[in-house]
């Protein structure tokens, strides 16, 4: 690959005094995480964590001195590759075993890594070939009904399986504010992973339709309201905005 090593591969966007957006500039739009940093009075989580691709751990100090929880939203490598930095990791116990052993086929890296997805590489060695998620096991579990307090505010942990069967998603009451993974995001949902599961995947969004949520954080995109919220789930009902076949979809992001 003929392409710029970058070094600064981060950019931190200050959503709120608490909550920071941290993105890898260089991996394509239409894969590129959102890794949400969120101040607590007694520690800090970080929502996902990227693909690893470089170190995160040391871009998150210069934002904060507390002591960081990992919630991974769920395995896939584009929300897990940096999770092996810290101490602290949490997610859904039934993708405990995809955590622990991520390869190329469970983690889907085999349908979406490609020369295409690097605006610029992370390191002169880097291949996107030989690209593999560093193994992270789960130090703790979360499922439906679990609170993840943080001191000053505190998230329930909602279980919204059908994009993966694992996938969970936190829900700030007090605020009405949802970070939702991959369980619904700004763009064509996916529901065609080989773990995936449609039946299941709309009665998650239609459990997420009745909800009061007023601002979604997603695991990719822009971030919306709650109008947004339901046209997308509505658009996803009705069998619209659904990503299928994941080569086609790619060369359609690409312009191809
Ligand atoms: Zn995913």
């Not at 101040?39 to 990227?50: A, F, M, P, V």
């Not at 995160?56 to 960081?68: F, G, R, T, V």
């Not at 193994?135 to 703790?140: K, Y």
């Not at 009745?210 to 109008?227: A, K, M, N, P, R």
Request: with cysteine; charged share 25%; glycine share 8%.
């Amino acid at each position: 690959m003929n392409k710029t090593v970058i070094d600064d591969w981060y950019e931190v966007i200050r959503i709120s005094d608490d909550i920071r957006l941290i993105r890898e500039k260089y991996v394509a739009h239409w894969l590129r995480c959102n890794i949400w940093h969120l101040g607590g009075k007694n520690y800090d989580l970080l929502i996902d964590s990227g693909m690893g691709l470089r170190p995160l751990k040391q871009e998150i100090a210069s934002l904060s001195e507390k002591p960081i929880t990992v919630v991974s939203t769920h395995c896939h490598f584009d929300h897990i590759g940096g999770a092996h930095e810290f101490e602290c990791r949490l997610g859904h116990r039934l993708e405990e075993a995809l955590h622990r052993e991520p390869n190329h086929e469970n983690s889907g890296t085999a349908e979406f890594v490609r020369a295409e997805t690097f605006l610029a590489l992370p390191d002169n060695d880097f291949n996107y070939e030989s690209y593999r998620v560093v193994p992270a096991p789960l130090t703790g579990y979360l499922d439906e009904g679990d609170v993840v307090d943080l001191g000053d505010r505190a998230f329930q942990v909602l279980h919204l399986p059908g994009h993966s069967p694992g996938s969970i998603a936190l829900y700030e009451v007090k605020s009405k504010t949802l970070f939702s993974g991959d369980a619904i995001y700004d763009g064509e949902l996916f529901d065609t992973v080989y773990h995936s599961d449609k039946v299941i995947y709309r009665e998650s969004l239609q459990r997420l339709r009745e909800l009061d949520i007023e601002t979604v954080h997603g695991g990719h995109y822009g971030s919306f309201g709650q109008q947004r919220m339901h046209e997308i789930i509505d658009d996803y009902l009705a069998g619209r905005a659904v990503m299928g076949d994941a080569n086609a979809w790619i060369n359609i992001q690409m312009g191809k």
